[in-house]
């Protein structure tokens, strides 16, 4: 019998379904604990084995049920969507709380993962990333503090998984976070009072090589271009991943998963170039648009200015 990651990686789907079966791969507590593990400093000493059991919840990924009356290993135990008077909804892919053990009591922080199919979606990442993260912090009045409390505001992170990213970006993980810096010394530095958000971005390229075993797990995990059974076996011999070996029911859904990959990243492609060179008829003609378009280093250049 599959346990819960075997079966996510093996289902496939419609359109609709491809974005909940990603959430579902994600939101396995395995992948959590890898993620954390090279992303989350409060976690970074600790074995996977242990990352997993710090985290708490039962599944719940955005607002949809996935597989209802079944019981699984995924997360939740907090309401991913917020919402204020004149305020649109927010929607988190995965949201949940971790507790790791701490000198004289535990360290509760609260993860948000997102997947990201494209670098240049016409806004910075960072910069939602830093809206999605505030709002985690001001979410936890009334649940984590209350009143002037703010002692027991919880740290935040904010963490997007970004694939298919160019390759003079590479296999990149950042962290956006906050720090203090002093204008004239004097102030004691406690970085507990301060260090509250987070927001990580991981980018991926699966056809480049990296010596991070995070970004090398991930960029096998969400690959169109690696059939289930070689995913599968590579995620439990390279990485030590638990899963059945029993897969032939599933290879032909997956497969099929995969072809959606490649066709919705074969569209998106065109869609982006098609984008790239209307803006630069209007910016510099067709003739100089010509050019650029024939030269893949300036391509990106115009990519990056334009944040197509």
Known sequence: MQNELSKSISTAGSEVQLDTHVKRVLAQKQVLAWIMKYTVWEFMQLPLDVIQGCIEGEPEISSVKVGPGETNEMISGLSNEDKLAGEGAVYYDIRFFAVAPGDTKQIRVIINVEMQRSYYPGYPIVTRGIFYGARMISAQLGREFSGSDYSNIRHVYSIWLCTGVPASIGNAISEYRIEKHDIIPGFPDKKEDY?????????????????????????????????????????????????????????????????????????????????????????????????VMMNPDLQQEYYEKYGI
């Open 195 to 291: 260090d509250k958000l987070s927001v990580v971005v991981i980018g991926l390229n699966e056809e480049l090589s990296s010596e991070n075993q995070l970004l090398n797990m991930l960029n096998v995990l969400l690959s169109a271009n690696v059939s289930p059974a070689v995913k599968k076996q590579r995620l439990q011999q390279d990485f030590s991943m638990v899963m059945e070996r029993n897969l032939e029911e599933e290879v032909a859904n997956m497969c099929n998963y995969s072809g959606y990959v490649k066709e919705k990243g074969r569209e998106e492609g065109e869609a982006r170039v098609k984008l790239l060179l209307k803006k630069l008829t209007a910016d510099i003609g067709w003739d100089a648009a010509y050019e």
